[in-house]
């Protein structure tokens, strides 16, 4: 029988990196995919109760992944019940959930990490649960046995935080390795200045709204302001914050990130991961992070090659065997 393969996903943009690394194996092997979910104590009650909306765990966003996988006809195996399985791909470690914890895991780098702020260092400190600091612990459960990374930018970033250098292998990322491929688009608008909104707020994070929009309007000077809202924040009250400074700007809570990329003269982003499509196609572009840092850091444009790397890895694991992951939570 084939070896069955559990794909977990999360946002839209984690999924379709698991499914770009999914096209290299399901003709081999049984891949499924589930949603990101939680099965232990006490997230799994949080989840229950409606408290983790701010998050990939949420239900909101749990939906999306679903619609994701079934629009695709993928195999959805929600929270990997059903089968054991011989391999887990996943990416995030920021829960390593209990019924994979004794499976190999490849872990995948989801996009940009945050900034490394007091609560990463309290977490660090006092060894408190990883998920506290939200993405800029990613890397540090060392529950996997290989961590596939964006660039040798972010693979010297990941080891300087004490991930182990011989489990990392610059591979690429999917969704972020072949930038050139948005310049053929039918989005309707060009040559405005694109704003990516955050979900600072809904993550429970400080953002001074009103200070982002008007710092906006300054860089634009007079050009056509286009806000992309972020898929998980709250979308009524950011159209009404923005219209009430910029009433002139276009305001779009749905639609292709990267085709508005592709169109822009200028890209504004806070800490989103959008901002290396910008790089990669060189347009005018704006971050709260340090941009030369950005541009040491900015994954590998193999000509979207890196979901085929990613699979690669995957099966020297598969067909080599493997040991038992240190166990982690």
Not at 2 to 19: C, D, E, R, V, Y
Not at 111 to 140: C, I, K, Q
Not at 296 to 303: A, D, S, Y
Request: net charge positive.
């Amino acid at each position: 029988m084939a070896k069955k393969l559990l794909f977990i996903g999360g946002s839209i943009n984690q999924t379709s990196i698991a499914h770009a690394v999914a096209r290299h194996l399901q003709d081999d092997y049984e891949c499924s995919f589930t949603p990101y979910y939680c099965d232990a104590p006490p997230l799994n009650l949080c989840h229950k109760l409606g408290l983790l909306e701010f998050s990939v765990a949420g239900r909101k966003l749990q939906r999306l992944a679903v619609d994701y996988i079934q629009e695709h006809n993928l195999r959805l195996d929600y929270a990997g019940q059903t089968h054991d399985y011989d391999l887990v791909v996943t990416t995030s470690d920021l829960v390593i959930q209990r019924n994979i914890r004794d499976k190999p895991i490849v872990l995948v780098q989801e996009g940009m990490t945050d900034p490394e702020n007091l609560m990463y260092h309290l977490v660090r400190w006092f060894r408190l649960p990883r998920y506290l600091a939200s993405t800029s612990t990613t890397g540090l459960s060392d529950a996997y046995k290989v961590f596939c990374v964006a660039s040798a930018g972010y693979k010297k970033l990941f080891v300087r935080k004490g991930v182990k250098e011989d489990k990392i292998v610059v591979t690429g990322l999917p969704n972020f390795d072949d930038a050139a491929q948005y310049m053929d688009n039918d989005f309707p608008y060009r040559d405005y200045v694109l704003v990516a909104t955050s979900d600072a707020r809904e993550t429970f994070k400080w953002e001074n709204r009103k200070k982002f929009i008007r710092e906006s309007l300054d860089i634009a000077a007079g050009r056509p302001l286009l806000f992309k809202l972020h898929p998980n924040e709250n979308a009524e009250r950011a159209f009404r914050e923005i219209k009430r400074l910029a009433p002139h700007a276009l305001v779009l809570a749905k639609g292709n990130m990267n085709h508005m990329i592709a169109n822009c003269q200028a890209l504004i982003t806070q800490y989103s991961s959008v901002i290396y499509v910008g790089l990669a196609l060189g347009k005018e572009v704006y971050s709260y992070f340090d941009l030369q840092m950005l541009r040491e850091m900015m994954p590998l444009q193999n000509g979207g090659t890196s979901g085929r790397n990613i699979a690669a890895v995957c099966r020297q694991i598969l067909e080599n065997g493997h040991n038992s992951p240190r166990r982690a939570t």
